[in-house]
């Protein structure tokens, strides 16, 4: 059984930048392919990436492209999102996620295993 456990979230001023976390465990991340996504309140949930393990791609969302970044250290069993430029609009729960198949084909796929979130508030 996989379990995702995110890390990281925080209050950041506008223009600031965080790193978030998503350990896993369960499954080394060479099996899994590993999602980002974040809702803010009453809105509805927002695809921010994801990593395919099965044909190796990198999947952004328009509006993250060159904000946001994925990155991965296989040892820890953990993926990073390196977030900067950050705007009050970006304020949300950030959550890792993973289908069931070591593959996606964009950042909305159907996950399957989901972590708790972590809040990420941008204000002054």
């Known amino acids: 059984q996989l379990m995702l456990v995110e890390s990281g979230g925080g209050l950041v001023q506008p223009g600031g930048s965080l790193r978030l976390s998503c350990a896993a465990s369960?499954?080394?991340?060479?099996?899994?392919?590993i999602a980002w996504f974040r809702q803010a309140p009453g809105k509805e949930r927002e695809g921010i990436s994801c990593i395919s393990r099965s044909d190796d791609m990198t999947y952004y969302a328009d509006a993250m492209k060159g904000r946001f970044t994925v990155s991965e250290d296989k040892a820890k069993n953990t993926v990073y999102l390196q977030m900067n430029g950050l705007k009050p609009e970006d304020t949300a729960v950030y959550y890792c996620a993973a289908p069931r198949l070591s593959l996606c084909t964009g950042v909305n796929d159907d996950m399957y295993f989901w972590g708790q979130g972590t809040q990420v508030t941008v204000s002054s």
């Open positions: 369960g499954l080394p991340l060479d099996r899994i392919a």
